[in-house]
């Protein structure tokens, strides 16, 4: 069965700490991988991973995709209060009959 | 560009009584999702739609549960009769293209409690 597995569960650091949010995966034929942040509303789209070793990156926020250890990590360097949320990754296969499955997510708590 | 919209935020409804929910996707994006998503979990599928049609509707509860996009652009969702458990937090997406090519953008939901 397909799934995606996200580590920690929950995290708690202090402003300017820099942290690691881990997802790895197990589907049948492999097409993506999403990144998305939800706030208090629907998540907000991050990062899409297809290819392995190329690193995404938006300001504080990196990610990478190893297809051969089948996992993605979400770096987020300097936090900030704002950045307190869940952190969801899904994973899309590939074939005619796509599905996006989803980790149960990572929740951040940032402190001052 | 503008978001997708959805419409109302929050409802409060009795079991057995019905609801609808709209979604207007970001212009030019072919392919629309509805999702449920209860707390503490990851969104759930309900229906999929690429332009008027349907792509997956494999884990709608058909028995209540219902979707239309009839002109390929606005969607709404029904729920006749409502249960205790479907109170949960009713996402509409949407994507340029089908799955896997481009990413999905959400609404900001409705927050649906059934008493």
């Known amino acids: 069965e397909d799934k995606v597995v996200q580590s920690p569960l929950s995290l708690v650091v202090h402003e300017g700490d820099t942290v690691t949010l881990n997802c790895s995966y197990e589907v049948t034929n492999f097409r993506s991988l999403l990144w998305y942040k939800q706030e208090k509303k629907a998540p907000t789209f991050l990062f899409m991973l297809t290819s392995s070793g190329i690193e995404k990156k938006s300001g504080r926020l990196s990610s990478i995709l190893d297809k051969k250890e089948l996992f993605s990590i979400l770096n987020i360097t300097a936090t900030q209060t704002g950045d307190s949320a869940v952190y969801l990754c899904?994973?899309?296969?590939?074939?005619?009959?796509?599905?996006?499955?989803w980790g149960l997510g990572t929740s951040l708590a940032v402190n001052p | 560009e503008a978001g997708v919209a959805q419409s109302p935020r929050y409802k409060i409804i009795e079991k057995r009584q019905s609801v609808a929910f709209w979604c207007n996707p970001i212009?030019?994006?072919?392919?629309l999702y509805w999702y449920q998503q209860i707390l503490g979990q990851g969104p759930k599928l309900l229906i999929q739609f690429q332009n008027n049609g349907v792509v997956d509707d494999s884990q709608l509860p058909k028995d209540r549960f219902s979707a239309e996009r009839l002109k390929g652009v606005d969607s709404t969702l029904k729920i006749q009769p409502a249960k205790l458990e479907d109170s949960a937090v009713y996402l509409c997406?949407?994507?340029?293209?089908?799955?896997?090519?481009?990413?999905?953008?959400f609404g900001n939901g409705t927050r649906l409690t059934v008493t």
């Open positions: 212009s030019g994006h072919a392919t």
């Open positions: 899904a994973v899309i296969n590939a074939g005619n009959n796509r599905k996006l499955i």
């Open positions: 997406a949407s994507s340029r293209q089908g799955l896997g090519n481009s990413p999905l953008h």
